[in-house]
């Protein structure tokens, strides 16, 4: 599912995408998968962290991805969450660092696993 953020002229400010992957990888297995990453897609000042949304354990990784030409740069914040059954990954891109990861936690913490 991929959201896209609006601003009252129209104009995209943002966006959020959710995917659910299949398996568990406790997230201390992942975060040594997750160096690196981003950085195949030109994001820089990558930090990984284990955190909980809920009661769920996870891995928070945050960037930014710097500014092409006309375009300002951008910030990310991703996480997955460690189901019972499936992994949701969660991406977070807009233009302030912070409006990134409180959204990002705004969302992963209304995920309930049934």
């Known amino acids: 599912m991929l959201v896209d953020r609006l601003n009252a002229g129209g104009s995209v400010t943002g966006n959020t995408n ?5 398996g568990t990888i406790p997230p ?11 950085a195949r897609f030109g994001a820089t000042h990558q930090h990984d962290s284990l955190t909980t949304f809920g ?11 710097p ?5 300002p740069a951008e910030y990310g914040a991703q996480a997955y969450l460690h189901g019972p059954a499936d992994t949701p990954l969660i991406t977070v891109t807009t ?15 209304t995920i309930k696993f049934s």
């Open 18 to 22: 959710v995917i659910v992957l299949p």
């Open 28 to 38: 201390g297995q992942l975060m040594p998968h997750l160096n690196g990453i981003t």
């Open 55 to 65: 009661k769920y354990a996870a891995v928070m990784v945050t960037y930014t991805l």
């Open 67 to 71: 500014h092409l030409a006309g375009t």
């Open 95 to 109: 233009p302030n660092a912070a409006d990134a990861a409180a959204s990002l936690r705004q969302i992963a913490d």
